[in-house]
């Protein structure tokens, strides 16, 4: 692949070192100094990234509009966390915790029940304040529990660019995966951006993670459990990768969508028998049916098609159909909006509703 090397040959060797798939280098736009604009072959997804990488260290990802440039930036060197004795209790001890000590911290195996094991939080806290998401001032740490069964290796592909450190919840056993996967971040995060950081997190995920983890003051227990036999800890928190770094001023922010008007859904009973086996059983199909649909496809999960119940691009559908084979709108019922719509059926259905029956 042809390649525009910068000027500062420090940038590009070390491009070089922390890409071993380098395929090339381009002129940054803030300039050969600062940083090299890298493209790199992923072989597991079969497609080339891009990169930036700063010659002051570290290198970030290009993913869902977040653009993170490390020369630009000291990375924190310590991380406080919030240590509760039980979910009782309100009140926490905040600690630091180094590079070295903050894996320790968090994944040496305790024997215990819920009653007994303690809890940690990224959040940082007034002293003397309580537990509450409007009294948490920063967080360190971006943390995702996967409940769902997700393979530990499909989980932990979308983060493996930066450090981080994964061990298995209460539950997990080697039929149903179950795990908590925690990435320190370089700069902490004020409260009031967590919102567009657990926006760009969940999209990264696929939504494979635990929505309560956007909750700023949730509180996590620390590796453990009454049996050790299918626990397993991923230590990456060394120096090898870099830590993410939050851009909270380029992140995209959510829309609250208006309430519309309910509309009555197509009726798709006379579809093929084929048809209808197909979307429920091929991925291939799935995905060609999500493109047809305008959907934005992000972590195997297709998102923000047309509901055909309450108009809004709010729903989504796995495209690997052993996960999870019908399509569900994001506004189910139980939930804290007042605009529940509660739509959910096959991709099938969903397909003849948002393009007509022309379409399959």
């Given at each position: 692949m042809p390649a525009t090397q910068p000027k500062t040959a420090r940038t590009v060797n070390r491009a070089r070192d922390l890409c071993p798939h380098w395929a090339g280098a381009r002129l940054s736009?803030?300039?050969?100094?600062?940083?090299a604009d890298v493209e790199v072959w992923n072989p597991h997804e079969q497609e080339i990234e891009r990169i930036w990488i700063g010659h002051a260290g570290g290198y970030s990802r290009d993913a869902w509009g977040l653009y993170a440039d490390?020369?630009?930036?000291?990375?924190?060197?310590?991380?406080?966390?919030?240590?509760?004795?039980?979910?009782?209790?309100?009140?926490g001890i905040?600690?630091?915790?180094?590079?070295?000590?903050?894996?320790?911290?968090?994944?040496?195996?305790?024997?215990?029940?819920?009653?007994?094991?303690?809890?940690?939080s990224p959040a940082l806290y007034p002293v003397g304040a309580t537990r509450a998401a409007s009294a948490v001032v920063s967080l360190s740490c971006l943390v995702l529990d996967y409940d769902d069964g997700t393979p530990i290796h499909v989980g932990i592909r979308p983060w493996r660019w930066w450090r981080h450190l994964l061990y298995t919840t209460a539950g997990h056993t080697e039929a149903h995966h179950k795990y908590r996967v925690v990435l320190p971040l370089a700069q902490p995060v004020a409260a009031e951006h967590w919102a567009a950081v657990w926006q760009w997190a969940e999209e990264r995920a696929g939504l494979s993670v635990d929505a309560a983890c956007k909750d700023a003051s949730r509180i996590y227990y620390i590796h453990g459990g009454p049996d050790r036999t299918a626990?397993?800890?991923?230590?990456?928190?060394?120096?090898?990768?870099?830590?993410?770094?939050?851009?909270?001023?380029?992140?995209?922010?959510r829309v609250k969508l208006p309430a519309v008007a309910y509309r009555v859904p197509v009726d798709t009973s006379g579809g093929s028998a084929a048809q209808r086996a197909l979307l429920r059983t091929d991925a291939a199909a799935r995905l060609r049916a999500a493109e047809a649909m305008g959907a934005t496809v992000a972590g195997a999960v297709a998102r923000r098609m047309e509901c055909p119940r309450c108009g809004r691009r709010s729903v989504w559908y796995v495209v690997d159909p052993i996960r999870k084979a019908t399509a569900s709108c994001n506004h189910q019922p139980g939930g804290k909006r007042g605009d529940a719509c509660g739509w959910y059926g096959s991709v099938f259905d969903l397909l003849v509703a948002v393009r007509g029956a022309e379409c399959v």
């Open positions: 736009p803030r300039g050969p100094i600062a940083r490390m020369s630009d930036v000291k990375p924190v060197t310590a991380w406080p966390l919030t240590w509760f004795q039980s979910v009782k209790h309100r009140q905040a600690r630091q915790y180094g590079q070295h000590t903050l894996g320790k911290a968090l994944s040496a195996w305790r024997t215990g029940g819920k009653s007994t094991l303690p809890l940690w626990a397993d800890v991923i230590d990456r928190l060394g120096p090898g990768l870099p830590l993410l770094l939050m851009d909270t001023e380029r992140l995209p922010r």
